[in-house]
């Protein structure tokens, strides 16, 4: 297992359009993440699935996204009817619940350009 | 609300010398973990150390460590014999319950 992968790494949409992005994480970890990261920011958290259960969404998620992890493995993330302000990158991490500190892996990224 | 702020947006340093990046952070939490990450131009974000805030030693990692200021909640980054590999983003963060707090960032400028 190479970490966690995320797929594509660029896409251009029309606003409008709904889009799909994947989330592979590393294989025997049960905690999944999404991200968003604006250009000279630091990423903003989107939600986080423990296994198939999505435990915390913010308020950043609008009725627009979606999140899901069939089977608590791979995870999509859905955004219906793009909006110009949706262009970002949108980051995936996962890590391995276990007592004390867990170290969450990033993926690339998937950066979003919505014209 | 947990905040992190970066107030440095750029800095820059010569190669083989040592640097000091700028964190501080807001809290109610009584137990809670520091991090700082780096995420170089179009890879991914790399942890590069972090602080358990009940631990009074501060983090060491190679050329990396922290200054953990707890009373001052204050969480500044040292890179040593700084190499042109560590240019990049340095986001300092806190983690709130399972989600990761984040700072705006600080562009590291390696000068050969």
């Known amino acids: 297992d190479t970490g966690v992968s995320q797929d594509p790494r660029h896409k251009i949409t029309k606003r409008g359009q709904n889009v799909t992005f994947r989330c592979d994480p590393i294989s025997e970890h049960n905690r999944l993440y999404w991200y968003r990261q604006t250009l000279g920011q630091g990423p903003e958290f989107l939600t986080y699935?423990?296994?198939?259960?999505?435990?915390?969404k913010s308020r950043l998620l609008s009725d627009r996204f979606s999140a899901e992890r069939p089977k608590g493995s791979f995870s999509t993330l859905e955004i219906q009817r793009t909006e110009q302000g949706d262009s970002a990158m949108y980051l995936c991490?996962?890590?391995?619940?276990?007592?004390?500190?867990?170290?969450?892996?990033f993926g690339q990224g998937t950066r979003l350009t919505v014209v | 609300a947990q905040t992190v702020t970066q107030s440095q947006p750029e800095m820059s340093v010569q190669e083989a010398e040592t640097v000091t990046l700028s964190c501080t952070y807001d809290t109610s939490e009584s137990d809670y973990y520091l991090f700082w990450y780096k995420q170089p131009p179009s890879r991914q974000m790399i942890l590069v150390i972090r602080?358990?805030?009940?631990k009074q030693q501060n983090a060491t990692e190679n050329r990396f460590s922290v200054n953990f200021q707890k009373a001052a909640k204050s969480f500044s980054l040292k890179i040593s014999d700084s190499q042109l590999g560590d240019a990049a983003m340095y986001f300092c963060?806190?983690?709130?319950?399972?989600?990761?707090?984040w700072g705006a960032g600080t562009k590291l400028i390696i000068k050969p």
């Open positions: 991490a996962s890590s391995l619940a276990q007592g004390g500190f867990t170290e969450a892996f």
């Open positions: 963060a806190s983690r709130s319950n399972y989600q990761l707090i």
């Open positions: 699935f423990q296994n198939e259960a999505q435990l915390e």
């Open positions: 602080q358990e805030a009940y």
